[in-house]
C-alpha cells in the first residue's frame, strides 16, 4: 500500500556521504530526484541502485513544487548558498555539518528559516549514537570530568579540519556539557594542508576538562573518546562503550548501539518534518559549533 503521506525528498550531492544519505532516506521516505556535480561514476550508481529516482539540475528540485524536503551533502563551501536557496523556495532542509564557513552565514540562515517556519536541521551524526545517548544518562548519575577526544583516520583534505572534523567533537561536548567556558588550540601541524593535526583543550562551566586530538594524515583509523566521572572510567569506542575495572588495564564491554546513528539521525530528521512546531536545537547547536571554530581562529 502506498503511504500518501510519505514526504518527498530531493538531494543534492551524490558523493560518498550523499550515497549513505540516499540508501537511509530511500527507507523512509520517497526520494524524488537528486543531483550533483556531473560526476559520471556517481550517477551510473544512481541509475543503477535507485532507477526510482530521477537525476536531474539542482533548480528543478528547489522549484518542484511535490518536494517538501531538501537533503544537501556538498563541498562545505557550497552550504550557505544551496541552504538558502532551498529555504527561500520553501523547503525543509537537511544539511550536513557545517551549516555555513562563518557564524555571520549561518545566523542569516536560522532567520530565514524562522520567517519561513521551515525546518533547518544539521547533520551532527555522532549525537545519534545510541553510545552517546548512554552517555547523556551517566552524566546525570556520576558527574563527568574528564573527556579525552582522539580521532585518527586518512584524508578529507578538501575541507577545512575545523569545519570538517573539529566540528564533530564539538557537537559531540556542546550537547554533553553546554558551550566551552574556555577553549585552547595547542598546536596546529599543516603536511597536505595548513591544518592536519590539531591539538586542543578545553574547560566548561561545571570546571569540565577536555582535550581533544585529531589526525588526519594517519595510516591508523579509530574514534575514542575516554570518558572519567566521578566513579568510574569508560571508553567509547565505535558502537561500543566499556567500562574500566578499576585500575586494571581491562576494559569491559557494558553497553553495544543496535542501529548506525545515521539511520536515526535520518529518522529524527522526518519526524521533525512530520510534527507541526518547528524546532531549532538543531540550527542552534551548529550555530554554537561554528562560533567556537570561529574563536579558535
Not at 523512509?28 to 536531474?56: D, H, V
Not at 558551550?179 to 583543550?201: A, M, N, Q, W
Not at 594517519?218 to 585500575?247: F, G, H, R
Request: proline residues 2%; glycine residues 4%; positive net charge.
Amino acid at each position: 500500500m502506498v503511504d500518501y503521506n510519505m514526504k518527498k525528498l530531493g538531494i543534492i550531492g551524490i558523493g560518498r556521504w550523499g550515497k549513505n544519505l540516499i540508501r537511509e532516506f530511500s527507507k523512509i521516505s520517497s526520494i524524488a530526484k537528486c543531483s550533483s556535480n556531473g560526476n559520471l561514476q556517481n550517477i551510473k550508481w544512481l541509475n543503477e541502485n535507485y532507477p526510482t529516482i530521477k537525476f536531474t539540475s539542482s533548480n528543478e528540485i528547489f522549484s518542484d513544487k511535490k518536494i517538501d524536503a531538501i537533503v544537501i551533502a556538498t563541498p562545505v563551501k557550497t552550504h550557505y548558498k544551496l541552504v538558502k536557496k532551498a529555504l527561500f523556495s520553501k523547503k525543509h532542509v537537511f544539511v550536513e555539518k557545517p551549516l555555513a564557513t562563518n557564524l555571520t552565514d549561518a545566523k542569516e540562515l536560522i532567520s530565514i528559516a524562522k520567517k519561513q517556519n521551515l525546518t533547518l536541521f544539521v547533520g551532527h551524526v555522532f549525537i545519534f549514537d545510541e553510545v552517546f545517548k548512554k552517555i547523556i544518562q551517566i552524566n546525570k548519575k556520576e558527574k563527568i570530568n574528564y573527556l579525552n577526544c582522539e580521532w585518527k583516520k586518512f584524508g578529507t583534505f578538501d575541507d577545512d579540519i575545523f569545519l570538517n572534523l573539529l566540528s564533530h567533537d564539538l557537537s559531540i561536548l556542546i550537547t554533553l556539557l553546554g558551550k566551552p567556558r574556555k577553549i585552547r588550540l595547542h598546536s596546529s601541524f599543516g603536511i597536505y594542508t595548513k591544518s592536519d593535526v590539531i591539538y586542543l583543550e578545553s574547560s566548561f562551566k561545571k570546571n569540565e576538562k577536555c582535550h581533544i586530538h585529531i589526525n588526519r594524515v594517519s595510516n591508523e583509523k579509530k574514534k575514542i573518546i575516554t570518558i572519567a566521572t566521578s566513579k568510574n572510567v569508560y571508553s567509547w569506542d565505535n558502537s561500543t562503550l566499556y567500562k574500566n575495572k578499576t585500575k586494571s588495564d581491562l576494559f569491559v564491554p557494558i553497553f553495544q548501539a543496535r542501529h548506525t546513528p545515521l539511520k536515526l539521525e535520518c529518522k529524527n530528521f522526518i519526524q521533525k518534518l512530520n510534527k507541526s512546531k518547528v524546532n531549532y536545537d538543531s540550527a542552534n547547536l551548529a550555530k554554537d559549533v561554528i562560533q567556537v571554530i570561529q574563536g579558535l581562529k
